[in-house]
């Protein structure tokens, strides 16, 4: 039996990190959460042309950070950082006697960021864009970027048809059960006449190698490149 995990929640605390980071006593841990999501809805909702990546907070004590990744982080700062002063006062009424600090950085390749291919697709199929098509340009767009592999699924009504079916391509290496395995994951929700579709995309970035191994491969390639021209000096 093929068991399904989450690409990045199997690798939390190996190579990826979480998305929300800080500590809770048991009365104050669901308030908390919900505070947290409550704040993601909002950002998402908002600001939904900006092609937000991800939200990250982080709390120490009475502070709160929230750092905004997105594709066009010029809509979330606004004209001389009106935009982000409103979201800010908007954060402090939801969570109150807290300071909150807002920062929007941006996607530097957006084309392998997993959860911005998947809202791309999801957009397409919804403006009646061939899924196909969708999906090779994505691909296409992404191997261009640097990706090593990359997987598209969509998944529902595709096109209509009466029965529910699911179509994927792959392209390159996925190695989902390597944990050292760079692989990015993203899910969106197409909202078409004929009914909800899903997109899901994983997309294979290369390996993060420990700091040891990384150390050995890079004085071999050294002492590939440079050892005859030591010897040769010395």
């Known amino acids: 039996m093929g068991q399904k995990t989450h690409p990045i929640g199997f690798r939390l605390g190996v190579i990826k990190g979480w ?9 104050e841990y669901a308030k908390t959460l919900h505070e947290d999501l409550k704040i993601k809805d909002y950002i998402k909702n908002r600001y939904k042309v900006a092609g937000i990546a991800s939200i990250e907070i982080e ?13 066009r982080p010029a809509i979330i700062i606004g004209r001389k950082g009106q935009e982000v002063e409103y979201l800010k006062r908007v954060i402090e009424k939801m969570v109150p006697g807290k300071e909150v600090v807002v920062t929007a950085t941006e996607v530097k390749v957006p084309e392998i960021n997993a959860q911005l ?16 098509r969708a999906m090779k ?13 990359v997987k598209v699924q969509v998944k529902g009504r595709i096109g209509g048809a009466e029965l529910a079916r699911k179509e ?14 760079d692989i990015d994951y993203g899910f969106a929700t197409a909202y078409t006449k004929y009914g909800i579709l899903s997109v899901k995309v994983w997309i294979y970035k290369g390996d993060v190698l420990p700091k040891k191994e990384k150390e050995e491969i890079l004085k071999k390639i050294e002492e590939e490149l440079y050892g005859s021209t030591k010897e040769e000096v010395s």
């Open 19 to 27: 998305d929300s980071k800080w500590y809770a006593p048991r009365r």
């Open 59 to 71: 709390r120490i004590v009475d502070k709160i950070k929230v750092k905004i990744s997105a594709a």
């Open 117 to 132: 291919v998947a809202e791309d697709i999801a957009l397409q199929i919804e403006r009646r864009v061939s899924h196909r």
């Open 137 to 149: 340009k994505a691909i296409d767009n992404a191997l261009k970027a640097g990706a090593k592999g």
């Open 168 to 181: 994927w391509f792959l392209v390159g290496r996925m190695p989902l059960q390597t944990l050292r395995a």
